[in-house]
T-cell receptor, first 114, second 111 residues
Framework: DAGITQSPRHKVTETGTPVTLRCHQTENHRYMYWYRQDPGHGLRLIHYSYGVKDTDKGEVSDGYSVSRSKTEDFLLTLESATSSQTSVYFC?????????????FGPGTRLTVL | SQQGEEDPQALSIQEGENATMNCSYKTSINNLQWYRQNSGRGLVHLILIRSNEREKHSGRLRVTLDTSKKSSSLLITASRAADTASYFCATDDSSASKIIFGSGTRLSIRP
């Protein structure tokens, strides 16, 4: 998984609770991404980062926030989880200087919101 | 928004046969990528083909790109049980600002 770890790998939580997912990389790549994967929708970009404290929204950012205080860590926060946020979340990095460069994915976090 | 769309959505073939899946997209691209995802795992990059390339090979994989038809195909020859996975194409947009993944083709290899 290209030196990318995600934690936790599985989480069950209740509606209305805050949840933070962590992505950690070991190779100081500039670009990091958070995706969610749902049946019939493929991968959808939530947020991405192009450097420390530099982040931007993807196509499905509502209800999510991110932070990147260190190059190696990219955090995804659900401020108040809803059942529609039940999904598998993937973190990815790209090695180059472009957002369109090849991406390498972490193992995923399966989140269930009851 | 521009998106690669794979066809078929699901494919089941006998081990040893060739598997072909297709990707269509809507607007001009700079490159197109194919990824594989095994059940319960993250996506793994297979191959990237640039808009000025027509064909590319990597082991048992062959990718073609037809920019006039806005389509690409991924051929896996002599399929194996380990090829059972979902396959996604990913296209950038002409401004090279982002890539977008399709919904994938689920490939099953029967023993």
């Amino acid at each position: 998984d290209a030196g990318i770890t995600q934690s936790p790998r599985h989480k069950v939580t209740e509606t209305g609770t805050p949840v933070t997912l962590r992505c950690h990389q070991t190779e100081n790549h500039r670009y990091m991404y958070w995706y969610r994967q749902d049946p019939g929708h493929g991968l959808r970009l939530i947020h991405y980062s192009y450097g420390v404290k530099d982040t931007d929204k993807g196509e499905v950012s509502d209800g999510y926030s991110v932070s990147r205080s260190k190059t190696e860590d990219f955090l995804l926060t659900l401020e108040s989880a809803t059942s529609s946020q039940t999904s598998v979340y993937f973190c990815a990095i790209s090695e180059g200087t472009q957002r369109t460069d090849t991406q390498y994915f972490g193992p995923g976090t399966r989140l269930t919101v009851l | 928004s521009q998106q690669g769309e794979e066809d078929p959505q699901a494919l089941s073939i006998q081990e040893g046969e060739n598997a072909t899946m297709n990707c269509s997209y809507k607007t001009s691209i700079n490159n197109l990528q194919w990824y594989r995802q095994n059940s319960g795992r993250g996506l793994v990059h297979l191959i990237l083909i640039r808009s000025n390339e027509r064909e590319k090979h990597s082991g048992r994989l062959r990718v073609t790109l037809d920019t006039s038809k806005k389509s690409s195909s991924l051929l896996i020859t002599a399929s194996r049980a380990a090829d059972t996975a979902s396959y996604f194409c990913a296209t950038d947009d002409s401004s090279a600002s982002k890539i977008i993944f399709g919904s994938g083709t689920r490939l099953s290899i029967r023993p």
